[in-house]
């Protein structure tokens, strides 16, 4: 029969707010963990990643986080605007490199 | 720019049909990937490949099989498509094994009736 899909997870912000999306991860082994923005209608374009030895790396209007003590990573994006409107993924990289694994994904949905 | 590119953006079969998704890379990336996305589910890996006719499953590679005679081209063959198949295909690359940017296709919305 037809598979049910999950609800994907929606966080809806105000413009010019910051946002923070969160992710968990259950592979302590990979080296890098990745955040992915999809647009609607568009493949997942990479954002920035975080190494595995770091907790913090920030790009323009975008800082991730890693903690991995309790395997949890975020990206917070500042100053919120419509185009950033999208599906957020998380990533990491595992098998020496040669896989990227997805988490399932959260939208983000920006309100004038 | 990397290009990745898929052959169809829709695409309709009947159960049993064999279907071809085609990917084509033009910047000399080593690995790709063929992810299914379905809504709530984010994207799961079917295959991916590393070289040239090397190919290693992922996630869910029952009822797929993919193909890579050349470094510039990732196939992903449904044998005998069925209803459950039908999702969204995405293909990807990435330089070399250990890069994070992964660039990818369009993607294929197929529909398996």
């Known amino acids: 029969g037809e598979s049910v899909g999950l609800h994907l997870p929606t966080l809806s912000v105000q413009e010019g707010d910051n946002s923070i999306i969160n992710c968990a991860y259950s592979?302590?082994?990979?080296?890098?963990f990745i955040w992915y923005k999809q647009e609607s209608g568009k493949g997942p374009q990479f954002i920035i990643d975080?190494?595995?030895?770091?907790d913090k790396r920030q790009g323009q209007r975008v800082t991730v986080l890693l903690n991995k003590t309790v395997k949890h990573l975020s990206l917070q994006i500042a100053a919120t605007q419509p185009g950033d409107s999208a599906v957020y993924f998380c990533?990491?990289?595992?098998?020496?490199?040669?896989?990227?694994?997805f988490g399932g994904g959260t939208r983000l949905m920006v309100k004038p | 720019d990397v290009k990745v590119t898929q052959s169809s953006r829709y695409l309709v079969k009947r159960t049993g049909e064999k279907v071809f998704l085609e990917c084509v890379q033009d910047?000399?990336?080593?690995?790709m990937f063929w992810y299914r996305q379905d809504p709530g589910l984010g994207l799961r890996l079917i295959y991916f490949?590393?070289?040239?006719?090397?190919?290693e499953k992922g996630d869910i590679p029952e009822g797929y099989s993919v193909s890579r005679e050349k470094k510039e081209r990732f196939s992903l063959i449904l044998e005998s498509a069925s209803t459950n198949q039908t999702s969204m295909y995405l293909c990807?690359?990435?330089?070399?094994?250990?890069?994070?940017?992964?660039?990818f296709g369009q993607g294929t919305r197929l529909t398996v009736v």
């Open positions: 975080i190494r595995s030895n770091m």
């Open positions: 990807a690359s990435i330089l070399y094994p250990g890069s994070t940017e992964a660039f």
């Open positions: 910047m000399d990336h080593e690995n």
């Open positions: 592979n302590s082994a990979s080296d890098y």
């Open positions: 990533a990491e990289n595992n098998n020496a490199g040669n896989m990227l694994t």
């Open positions: 490949s590393y070289d040239v006719k090397m190919k």
